[in-house]
Nanobody
């Protein structure tokens, strides 16, 4: 059974930080690129950050310089460190993995991040 389980969301004030975690099981973590999407109420889902199977990262412009995506191969876990949070970062954050061989995509259930002014 494939599972991507997010945690670490919560309510913070603008300028504060959160670290999201996504624990993967049931997949070969080493051959999956990983990433985070977010979706605010009434908005389209937006790609926030990605990290390839060998650790190359990329970020959406609004996240660049504030967010850091990383992965721990021993723990089968991907992280999103979010600093200097802004109210516009408020969204449900979804973890995903993509098998680089089969191109199959897996999704987590989402974790809520709320940033108050």
């Amino acid at each position: 059974q494939v599972q991507l389980v997010e945690s670490g969301g919560g309510l913070v004030q603008a300028g504060e930080s959160l670290r999201l975690s996504c624990a993967a099981s049931g997949i070969n973590f080493n051959i999956n690129s990983m990433g985070w999407y977010r979706q605010a109420p009434g908005s389209q889902r937006e790609l926030v950050a990605t990290i390839t199977n060998d650790g190359i990262t990329n970020y959406e412009d609004s996240a660049k310089g504030r967010f850091t995506i990383s992965r721990d191969y021993a723990k089968n876990t991907v992280y999103l460190q979010m600093n200097s949070l802004k109210p516009e970062d408020t969204a449900v954050y979804f973890c995903y993995g993509r098998n680089i061989l089969t191109r199959y995509i897996y999704w987590g259930q989402g974790t809520q991040v709320t940033v108050s002014p």
